[in-house]
């Protein structure tokens, strides 16, 4: 079915689309701290099988995500060029930034098991304060949630997807903010599954022209990923 790499990175994109918000929307739902204590110290260590389960699906999750933002990248070669690609690239380094956080998990759960939460929680906060943690990885994580809705908006504006899938996602993850983290947080994130779920079916089947035309027309003469996948086909 893959028989040359436009068709793949159409294949690879749309799935990911449809993949990566649905493994962080399995994430909150399977979380204990979802339905339990927000404290992480105490909620890990209720359950701490479902624990590591959930911060296993974020680092996909995410993963996966930067992954998809690359392959977003592909509708804004002709349009938007600028605004697209700076935007590309925030949301891809934030969402690597963001799951590198996930590796803060098993101290957070070593502290629950072995200090009161109220002490633990001190001791947490005290280490993500520090600069390069803030500086490093968690102000760039945030700015990945920002920057996919940018991102989207440049793909809306490269004739590409449809207006309210930027807005959909961005009200789903901007407004998630302010909420504290619970189960208003599933419905949320709900609302990225059904926009990027619904944008990724429509590139799994828009076939592999539709996609190649996205590449930019080059001078007479000169090979394209267009030209040189159908001359693999």
Known sequence: MLKNSTRFRRVATGTLLILAPLLQLV?????????????????????????????????????????????????????????????????ILGYINASALLMTDPPEWWLGQHYPPEEAERIMNEMMDLPHLTFGFVLPGMVGLVSLPLLLTAVWRAKAVHWWVPLTVAVGYLASFPVPYGPLTIAFWGLPVVALGAFGLKVLRMGDDAWAAYYPAAAPGVTTPDSYAKTTA
């Open 27 to 91: 994430a909150v739902i399977v979380d204990p701290g979802t339905w339990g204590d927000d404290r992480e110290a105490v909620s890990y260590g209720d359950n701490p099988a479902l624990a590591q389960l959930q911060s296993v699906l974020y680092h996909w999750s995410w993963l996966l995500m930067a992954v998809a933002a690359f392959g977003l990248l592909h509708f804004v070669r002709r349009r938007v060029v600028a605004f697209g690609h700076i935007t590309g690239v925030m949301a």
